[in-house]
């Protein structure tokens, strides 16, 4: 599910259905509005991986629909901030603001940001194998996301998740097929999404070369995109699969270059969750990594040159 959560942010860019009696307001400037400006602002940091700062424009943007009456755009942004919330671990938070988006959305009748926030909510909880739950909440998205492309092509994504977990591989390849085609041709990153499950999927099966080449796709579409921490996940997963083989020596190549990218964000708790593990692998391969603990060491502690997000 790591990508789902900027796919569906970017979405949110994505066309608005006007709820409101009177014109939205718009800047005198650029005829942007102010509420979709905060939001595309915290879009692009959620993208570079900066869940906090970009908290602060979901914020801002919430507060100006508010105060221009623009209910689509309220849920919107109620999306977005339960979205980051999920990415932060507050589970309960993330919940919360689910089910306002999902309601604020209902009385608006704005059938795409309703699936956009029912499959999130559904990929959240498929994370804490609420399956039973986030099937019921697929249904009803599948239900109203059939012609919204790249929404569509998420939900059948989680649903092959759903699949893998039962171990019906077989069905979670069918439905990827089918994702594949409802996204192909949108303008968003649904394609790296998709391939990164796949390689869960061959590394279920224990398919660790076509595993691998859906991993190395995905890392050159979030490339593509400047999905940083996307690229740290893609990274990782080629490091396991590199381990698995016996390949220490590009195992840690892989894992040294995901730590970096997640000091540099502050990402603590996933630096590390790793750090044991660049270490047994740089003693397996006697290979010195001090610079790269210095590194991460002096990013962790807000001292990079460019403190990304701040």
Known sequence: MKKSLFLILALALWGMCACATSPPVTSPSDGIDDGDRELKRGIYWYQKGCTRKAMEYFHAAHEHYSLTDQQVG??????????????????EDARSFYDA????????????????????????????????????????????????????????????????????????????????????????NADATI?????????????????????????????????TRGMADDLSAMAIIHEQLGEDEAALDCLDRSIKIHALLENRAKVLGNLERLESLAQKTGTDVRVTVHFINQWLAGEAVDVICR
């Open 195 to 227: 391939r990164f499950t796949r390689g869960r999927l061959m590394m279920k099966t224990g398919n660790y070369p076509q595993a691998m080449s859906h991993f190395q796709q995905a890392l050159e579409l979030d490339r593509n995109t400047g999905y």
């Open 101 to 188: 988006a999902i309601a604020a959305a209902r009385r608006c009748d704005d059938q795409r940001v309703m699936a956009q926030a029912l499959s999130n909510k559904a990929a959240m909880l498929i994370e804490s194998d609420d399956l039973a739950g986030a099937e019921v909440l697929l249904d009803e998205a599948q239900l109203l996301s059939r012609e919204t492309g790249p929404v569509y092509a998420m939900v059948l994504n989680h649903r092959a998740v759903l699949l893998m977990k039962a171990n019906r591989t077989d069905e979670a390849v069918n439905l990827l097929d089918q994702a594949d085609s409802a996204a192909a041709g949108d303008r968003f």
């Open 74 to 91: 309220v849920a919107r942004s109620l999306n977005s901030i339960a979205n980051g919330y999920r990415h932060a671990g507050k589970t």
